[in-house]
């Protein structure tokens, strides 16, 4: 399957300082992408070196296999995109600016596709009210609807819910599901890590204008935590010989102490893993009461990674 | 971002959108109400006077009774428009409304296209109004509408399309408004002034030879005034106007071409900058 | 820090100094001995004098006609309250003696003696062309002059002992009671003098085609006199046309012209204009101002002016409407009264059938062609057939006649824009959805 976005070597320097350097990213077809980083990590850039808007210093992005520098104006209307910022024409009521870019990528049925996004996302009612006279959280809406309005096979999106209240990040995020459903990539980047966490399949983080790591969080716990502990609490701890769960490749060591049974995996807590545990107790006549695995969250990660510490994980 | 190499439908489209949008936006400007009102009432002010001279004095000789209501027209509307264009661009880097509309299928050849479009479709459509209610006048008192003063109607429009360009290139080359608007004006400053120095120093003491800076000084302005009669809107106004007067059909053609040429340059030069510069505040 | 303030008042000191005004200098003019041309140049009909000092390196001629320039010695000052420098011929008036050169592109196209000329005006300064006389001619024409002058002033002196007479002896028989009917007419007087001419004087006559050249007055030892090499520029003009001037009957004082045939006459309805051509020849601003004044520096290479030369005598004025003449106007003399008392102004009268003899018989204030708009259609053309019933090129102009009033209701026409947009944003805005003030 050919790659959605990739970037080769991919830097822009200004006068006084590098904003990317050497990145080289890749996003497949059909998933969904979160890029994190911290502010001034290099996001933006990085985004707008992939649209073209700013020429990069060295190496090149590639969006559906076009290269930035020379994009056909029918690969721009494949994409989608939401800016960090919303702006709209002056005295244009939100109907009318969709109107607007609905023409300019040459939608079909233009009123009907408006109404229906419109409708998606819970702004029918100010479908004729002037667009810069709304709230931020419906500005975004707007601004993602416009980004769907000529159903784009890839969505950039960059803070799409930093506005919106937990009533319209369940709609953004089901809207993203939908589109997921209907073949599209998406390609979001975001400082709300809970929200990338819920939607992305794989994730990049920048730091310092580098990308620091690209995988799936699983494998980035992985890589920035070999040993995971899994808590079980046991129905007659006393009488269960906690030595059994050696027996398995994956466990390094365990403890018993006030009742709780700790398990230290070598290795993520993986579905696998966790029935392999569990089936071990099983057989040794324990009784499970309660069984959670300590896992790096994606906000610990990130954390991880943007530290200065751990620049070795680029590597 | 980059040149596309033909001049496909989607740019058309894109041009035509950009200028769709701009002439919406001047069409519920108060701003263009207030230049058709200013430049009306100067109008009916020149015509009013000249009646009443005709009336008074029992003729009188012009080379058409509504050339001075179009030259206000020309310096009113052309005044306007070239603040609109000046502010157009850097107003909506400013604003992020650009960067928007570079997301999708629009490039700088149909962005720079589409407004210059725009603001010469806009002078049009005020010339047009203009020149019914100049028909009203006609019509009622006699007035005629010469040869002349369709050749300055003809004149004025590469030349306000003249000066909406260079307004249009400070404003790419520039990205604050405030900016736009200084460089614009102190661009016009200095293109009035080459135009007028020489005749200024005239009145200075230039022949003692107490005074070979003076001297040095108009010879060096008049140098450089003789070369902007090329460029400046202002020189080729003067210029075609005299064109007009003489009769003189090949400087008619040769100052509109060179009006012309200079809109074109001054289009290229803006698109050059922008995708150097990119589309960002 | 202290160096550059420093620098910047000198800076300012010396700025200053260059700006003092002129009168301060003019106090006491200082004077320098220098190489100038005298020139006099041939313009319309007519010849300017004016000269050249150092300060103005070209001189401008006009081509094929006469000109003469005369590289003199004289003292030379800066007059402030004219701009000007000012050449004291009073004090030093010495001629340049040897052969005046003129180059082009280097090489030598004429090397001039001097010789004596004599510029004449036989009908009178303004009236007629002027003419050089060079050589013995110049000196013949000048003794003719002198003789007519002289001639002249017999004749007024013996009008004047005639009119003396004249009244003693009107006095004498009224004084007797012998006086019966109307008295003998007074004697007449004679026709003034306009015979004009300029003193003979010794010069270069130059006659050239038009294009760039150099002058230098080279020496008897062969030597280029220091100073004398100055750029001469010889020009033509670049078309003739007809400047038609317009008297209104009732504003004698007030005449309007038309320069070029794109002008439109106007008249207001029931005007009766007299039109006056005159032929004129259209030079570019530069050079004619420079010819002019050579001290203006004012012309510019992209204006135009027309030079009106000589009034057109013959032809016929040809009213026309689309193909069809409506008249055929001959050009008329007339004379002009002025009203005393109240009214004050002018009367034009026709001297052909005017009934006042008095104006019958003197000579003409002016000649044209009377445009009688009560008598024509609104919108017409005229122009201007010489004796052979062709059409005077750049003699065509189209007339106007207009209403002396203009409708009242066309002052709100103006307004009517604004209405409009009044009503236009005011619907937009009342189509505007209003959001709740909690979804702002």
């Known amino acids: 399957m050919a790659d959605a976005i990739r970037t080769d070597s991919l830097s822009k320097s200004f006068v006084d300082f590098e904003a990317v350097i050497d990145v080289s990213l890749r996003v497949e077809t059909n998933e969904i992408y979160g890029f994190l980083g911290p502010n001034g990590a290099g996001k933006t850039t990085t985004i707008m070196l992939l649209l073209g808007l700013e020429r990069p210093t060295r190496g090149v992005a590639y969006l559906l296999d076009s290269p930035s520098h020379a994009r056909e104006f029918a690969v721009r209307r494949r994409l989608g995109v939401l800016g960090e910022r919303q702006v709209f024409f002056d005295d244009m009521t939100a109907r009318e600016y969709l109107r607007f870019f609905g023409r300019l990528y040459s939608v079909g049925r233009i009123e009907q596709r408006i109404d229906v996004l419109l409708e998606r996302v819970n702004l029918t009612h100010a479908a004729d009210a002037r667009a810069r006279d709304f709230s931020r959280g419906m500005q975004q809406k707007l601004g993602l609807v416009r980004a769907l309005l000529h159903d784009p096979e890839l969505l950039i ?65 992985q890589a920035l935590q070999p040993e995971t502990r899994i808590q079980i609490e046991l129905a007659e701890p006393d009488r269960f010989p906690a030595a059994a769960l050696l027996d398995l490749d994956f466990v390094s060591r365990t403890e018993l102490r006030d009742g709780r049974l700790s398990v230290h995996l070598k290795g993520s807590a993986s579905p696998e893993a966790r029935a392999g545990v569990s089936r071990v107790v099983s057989q040794h006549g324990g009784v499970i009461v309660d069984m959670h695995a300590e896992q790096m969250t994606l906000e610990q990660a990130f954390v991880t990674i943007t530290d200065e510490d751990v620049e070795r994980l680029a590597a | ?130 020149l019914v209610c100049y028909a009203l006048f006609a019509g009622t008192t006699g007035f005629a509408f010469a040869m002349p003063t369709w050749a300055v109607i003809g004149l004025s429009i590469p030349v306000v399309m003249h000066v909406v360009a260079l307004g249009t290139f400070v404003s790419t080359a520039t990205r604050r408004v405030r900016a736009s608007l200084a460089w614009f004006l102190l661009i016009l400053l200095m293109l009035l002034a080459l135009q007028f120095s020489p005749d200024l120093l005239e009145l200075a003491p230039v022949s003692n030879r107490f005074y070979p800076p003076l001297r040095l000084a108009r010879i060096v302005l008049e140098r450089i005034n003789l070369a902007f009669t090329w460029v400046s809107p202002f020189a080729l106004l003067i210029k075609g106007t005299e064109a007009v007067r003489r009769a003189d059909a090949l400087l008619y053609v040769y100052t509109t071409a060179i009006s012309s040429c200079s809109v074109l340059v001054l289009a290229a030069g803006s698109m050059y900058l922008m995708w150097k510069g990119g589309v960002r505040s | 820090m202290l160096h550059s303030r420093t620098f910047l008042l000198c ?366 259609p609104t919108s017409f053309r005229v122009h201007l057939e010489d004796a052979d019933g062709q059409l005077v090129p750049g003699s065509r102009r189209r007339v106007r006649v207009v209403r002396p009033d203009s409708e009242p209701w066309l002052a709100i026409v103006p307004y009517v824009p604004v209405v409009l947009a009044l009503v236009f944003t005011g619907s937009r805005r009342r189509r505007f959805v209003r959001l709740p003030r909690d979804q702002e």
């Open chain 3, 11 to 376: 800076l300012a000191v010396w700025l200053l100094l260059w700006s003092v005004p002129a009168v301060v200098v003019a106090q006491d003019p200082e004077r320098r001995t220098e190489l100038v041309y005298g020139v006099n140049a041939y313009i319309g009909g007519r010849y300017e004098g004016d000269f050249y000092p150092r300060s103005v390196d070209t001189i401008y001629l006009v081509a094929d006609a006469i000109s003469v320039v005369s590289p003199r010695y004289t003292e030379v000052y800066y007059w402030p309250i004219t701009n000007r420098e000012v050449a004291d011929w009073a004090r030093l008036n010495e001629p340049v003696e040897g052969v005046l050169e003129i180059r082009r592109r280097g090489r030598l196209v004429a090397g001039l003696e001097a010789t004596d000329y004599v510029v004449q005006y036989p009908e009178g300064l303004d009236l007629s062309p002027a003419v050089v006389y060079l050589g013995e001619e110049a000196h013949r024409q000048w003794n003719h002059f002198d003789e007519s002058r002289r001639e002249f002033r017999d004749r007024v002196s013996a009008y004047y002992n005639d009119l003396v007479t004249y009244r003693q002896d009107l006095d004498d028989r009224i004084e007797a009671g012998t006086l019966e009917g109307e008295p003998d007419p007074p004697p007449r007087e004679p026709e003034p003098f306009l015979y004009s001419s300029t003193e003979v004087n010794r010069g270069f006559p130059v006659e050239l085609p038009a294009g760039s050249y150099t002058v230098q007055v080279r020496t008897a030892d062969g030597e280029v006199q220091p100073g004398s090499r100055r750029r001469l520029k010889v020009f033509e003009p670049l078309s003739a046309g007809v400047a038609m001037w317009a008297i209104p009957h009732d504003r004698y004082t007030f005449p309007e012209k038309s320069d070029d045939e794109g002008e439109v006459l106007y008249l207001r309805r029931g005007t009766l204009a007299y039109l006056q051509p005159h032929a004129q020849e259209e030079y570019r601003d530069i050079h004619l101002t420079r010819l002019m004044d050579p001290q203006d520096t004012s012309g510019r290479p992209d204006l135009y002016q027309w030079l009106q030369t000589d009034e057109i005598q013959d032809g016929v004025l040809v009213v026309t409407q689309g193909t069809r003449v409506v008249d055929r106007i001959e050009r008329r003399s007339y004379a002009v009264r002025q009203i005393t008392g109240a009214a004050l102004g002018y009367e034009i009268h026709d001297q052909a059938t005017t009934d006042l003899e008095r104006l019958r018989e003197r000579r003409p204030d002016f000649q044209g062609y009377p445009v009688d708009t009560r008598a024509l």
């Open chain 2, 1 to 130: 971002m980059g040149f596309d190499r033909r001049l496909g439908k989607g740019r058309l489209l894109a041009a035509w959108l950009v200028c769709h949008r701009e002439l919406r936006g001047l069409l519920f400007s108060p701003g263009t109400y207030l230049v058709v009102l200013l430049a009306g009432l100067a109008a009916h002010l020149f015509l009013n006077t000249l009646a009443q001279s005709i009336a008074d004095s029992g003729l009188a000789v012009l080379s058409g009774a509504f050339n001075l209501p179009i030259y206000s027209v020309l310096f009113v509307t052309g005044l306007f428009l070239a603040l609109a264009s000046v502010t157009s661009i850097s107003r909506e880097r400013e604003q992020g409304t650009l960067e928007v509309l570079f997301y999708g299928p629009v490039d700088v050849a149909a962005y720079i296209g589409g407004k210059l479009v725009s603001f010469g479709l806009a002078y049009l459509g005020l010339l047009a109004l203009y």
């Open chain 1, 157 to 221: 999106l960059d803070e799409p819910v930093s506005a919106l209240d937990p009533r319209g990040v369940v709609e953004v995020r089901e809207l993203l599901h939908s589109e997921l459903g209907r073949g599209k990539t998406v390609f979001i980047s975001s400082h709300v890590l809970t929200e990338v966490e819920q939607l992305a399949d794989r994730i990049g983080i920048m730091n310092k204008g580098r990308l620091m790591v690209e995988d799936t969080l699983d494998n980035i716990r």
